[in-house]
């Protein structure tokens, strides 16, 4: 359907090298071609709600196309993906600071591994490909069971992604009556795709399921001659129209249905870890709209010498193509009052900041469509009660603050066996989302966090969890569809560690159980590192630091806010102490500083490849063993060191970039991983490649991964819902 797909350089190549509005235009079509679906998967992955899946989609598309236009393309052209994905990440991260999503509850993947999004993904590595191909057989079995006109609608919508002027130029009805039709296949899928799941797996919750289930069986074997029966599949024929439209109205609440709240609440936990896979399918028509708006929009602006993506506040709509399918994403404020006026999902706000500020995205607005709009917010009510997290039971919205630590599951996962390389590797996940972060004080304690607020101990030989840390924050980051870009941990002593997340909010381990949060920073992107038991340092996004002594948490001046407005990203200071009296900070500027426990010495300018501006700022990681050797380096792979005295720069890392955290046990020993999940070893005067261990389903350019090493004899990383220890 897009024609022949080029490389990634190639693309690049044709990209940057447009003369002209067509060449412009033909070079992003054959961009977005290539990756428009694979950066909608990924962002429905991280936010299981269509408005915010394709919000954040397409404001990345916009910031790489914009880039494009201006000559700037990514620093490896044959990594387009990777660049694809990075964007769409740091555009959801503001989305989400900047924008109040739709408040009801969607659903996340209890596997938690990111997607394996890479022009080879047809091989199952991550479990993705395999994912997606049994969704869209279930797709397919409830499509099988509609009328021949209602097939068509999705073979030409959902499969060709064909705009509503061209369905009606096909099947010779008027605009409107297409995009009536269309709408109305997309709520019968959803509704249909919960029939199913139910059909295949919840006859064992209620007997009134069952006896429905049964009757069907009963009816398909007193009638296996009909022609009904006959045309279907031999292990599908039990699923028809007739029996999908009874199981529907068994969980349905209108005046004819039997509103079975039993069936209604496991219809949604079941087809929880659809969600990422369904929203695709269902939307891929419309977001296809979307882009191919964004890249008219930039083209016209690149042609009068504006940038679109330089003026986030903006609000103005913009007027959509002719022959556009309506948006659902105006549905969303519909579909929050309905949803929980109804009862079929609560409204759970995430924590914001205490600022308003100014919306990110572009967004398109489409002719509006009477009939076709009415139908939008019935697939979205539909979608928003079918979808909750599995796992994560409705509540309402509440203060900050949890009802403590809660294991989710008594789970004790040991260790298997170091190979002949000393690594020794396995999953480590439950139900929460990629486990990103980690700090181990000694050989028998580790302590891992996810971004779904979840914890995970290691006695030295094997894992013990998930706890969560804080199960409110856990229910308001489930009901955004995204937990928080991070959470910084560290841990002094097996009983004394610190937990921050880019909210603000920071969390203390006491041995046995969480307590929090304390609500440090309104500008949020904490960084946390504590030295010694009772004794923290915490830098927020705008510079600003806290002190953990004596049982209590104090506000500093600390450093002079960043330039150039890059306080809306997180992680923008990196602290890392070696004592209560040394402490070094790093900044996506490229600066440093040093704390002496009173006071900060800088800003000393270390990495010259990072402006002052967020657009040329770059993410820094710093490990400091002793106050004699530090270690930072930049999302490129640029490193240096300190040795007390002064910054230096070190050996660069020969790796694909996205470096998210390094650890240093001496001045001869660190470790990092770069955003493919390779793993490098600094041993003293050089980074060197570690070719005996690699994190899998991370060739999407976006592993998220920490790593620790309390010592010389032993390493531990953790990232994308899977370990490895090094000993």
């Given amino acids: 359907m897009e024609g022949i797909q080029h490389s990634d350089a190639e693309l690049v190549r044709r990209a940057l090298g447009a003369r002209t509005d067509q060449e412009r235009a033909a070079a992003f079509e054959a961009i977005a071609g290539k990756y428009r679906l694979i950066v909608l998967r990924q962002c429905a992955w991280w936010y299981p709600g269509p408005d915010v899946a394709q919000d954040v989609g397409q404001a990345a598309f916009e910031a790489a196309f914009t880039l494009l236009a201006q000559g700037k393309g990514p620093g490896r052209p044959d990594k387009l993906a990777g660049w ?29 591994r990111s997607l394996d999004e890479t022009e080879d993904d ?45 369905i009606a130029g096909r099947l010779g009805i008027a605009d409107k009556a297409a995009s009536n039709e269309a709408t109305i296949v997309q709520a019968l899928i959803a509704d249909g795709f919960g029939a199913l799941i139910l059909m295949q797996e919840g006859r064992r919750y209620c007997a009134g399921l069952a006896r429905i289930i049964d009757d069907a069986a009963q009816a398909r074997t007193a009638t296996a001659a ?30 004819v249905c039997d509103n079975c709240r039993m069936c209604n609440a496991k219809r949604r936990q079941l087809v929880g870890p659809y969600a990422p896979a369904l929203i695709p399918i269902l939307f891929a028509g419309e977001f296809h709209d979307r882009i191919d708006e964004v890249i008219r929009r ?31 994403a105006g549905a969303a404020p519909v579909l929050a009052s309905a949803a929980a006026g109804s009862g079929a999902a609560q409204v759970l706000d995430r ?10 995205l572009h967004s398109v607005t489409r002719r509006p469509v009477p009939y076709a709009a009415a139908a939008a917010v019935i697939v979205l009510i539909v979608l928003a009660v079918l979808l909750v997290p599995h796992g994560h039971p409705a509540s309402a ?38 486990v990103i972060t980690v700090s181990c004080p000694a050989a028998s304690f580790c302590m891992a966090v996810d971004n779904s607020y979840n914890s995970y101990i290691f006695n030295g030989s094997s894992w013990t969890g998930p706890t969560v840390i804080d199960q409110a924050a856990a229910q308001s980051a489930a009901a955004s569809g995204s937990g928080p870009g991070y959470i910084s941990v560290s841990c002094a002593t097996p ?68 330039a150039g407005g890059i306080t809306q990203d997180s992680a923008v200071y990196q602290v890392s102490c070696a004592s209560a009296s040394f402490c070094a900070i790093v900044s996506a500027t490229g600066s440093a500083w040093t704390y002496n426990g009173t006071a900060f010495t800088g800003p000393v300018k270390i990495d010259a490849s990072s402006g002052s501006t967020a657009d040329t700022a770059v993410t820094m990681m710093v490990s400091c063993p002793s106050a004699g050797f530090c270690m930072a380096i930049d999302e490129n792979g640029n490193a240096y060191t300190f040795d007390g005295a002064s910054w230096k720069v070190s050996d660069i890392i020969r790796g694909n970039g996205g470096y998210g955290s390094v650890s240093c046990s001496s001045a001869s020993r660190c470790m990092t991983l770069d955003n493919q999940g390779n793993l490098f070893w600094f041993t003293g005067s050089a980074w060197n490649l570690d070719e005996s261990f690699i994190f899998t389903g991370s060739s999407d350019g976006m592993l998220q991964a920490g790593v620790s090493c309390p010592s010389a004899a032993l390493c531990v990383a953790v990232g994308e819902g899977q370990y490895g220890i090094w000993r």
């Fill in 226 to 255: 009909t022609a009904t029966f006959a045309a279907a599949p031999a292990d599908a024929d039990v699923f028809t129209a007739v029996l999908r439209q009874r199981i529907v109205n068994h969980f349905n609440d209108c005046n």
């Fill in 298 to 328: 930039v083209i016209e602006q690149a042609h009068a010498g504006h940038n679109p993506s330089s003026h986030p506040e903006s609000s103005t709509p913009i007027a959509a193509a002719a022959g556009r399918l309506p948006s659902m």
């Fill in 495 to 562: 009983r004394f560690c610190a937990a921050a997340d880019d909210l603000g909010d920071l969390y203390m381990f006491n041995g046995t159980s969480w307590k929090g949060p304390v609500s440090l920073s309104d500008y949020g992107g904490l960084s946390v590192s504590c030295p010694a038991s009772g004794s923290c340092l915490a830098m927020d996004d705008n510079g600003r630091a806290y002190t953990y002594s004596d049982g209590a948490w104090t506000t500093h001046k600390g450093v002079a806010p960043p």
């Fill in 351 to 360: 924590r914001q900041r205490p600022t308003d500020r100014p919306r990110l």
């Fill in 122 to 166: 047809e091989e199952d590595r991550s479990g993705s490909a395999s994912r997606r191909a049994h969704a869209t057989r279930l797709v397919d079995r409830v499509v099988a069971t509609f009328t021949d006109r209602q097939r068509e609608i999705y073979r030409l919508r959902f499969v060709q992604e064909l705009t509503g002027r061209e």
């Fill in 397 to 434: 919205a509440g203060g900050k603050g949890g009802t403590g630590p809660v294991v989710t599951t008594a789970h004790v996962a040991k260790v298997p066996p170091a190979g002949p390389d000393g690594w020794a590797y396995d999953a480590l996940y439950d139900s929460g989302g990629p």
């Fill in 84 to 112: 694809l994905i990075e964007i769409a990440r740091l555009r959801g991260r503001e989305y989400l600071r900047k924008t109040k999503p739709a408040g009801v509850q969607w659903a996340d993947l209890p596997e938690g």
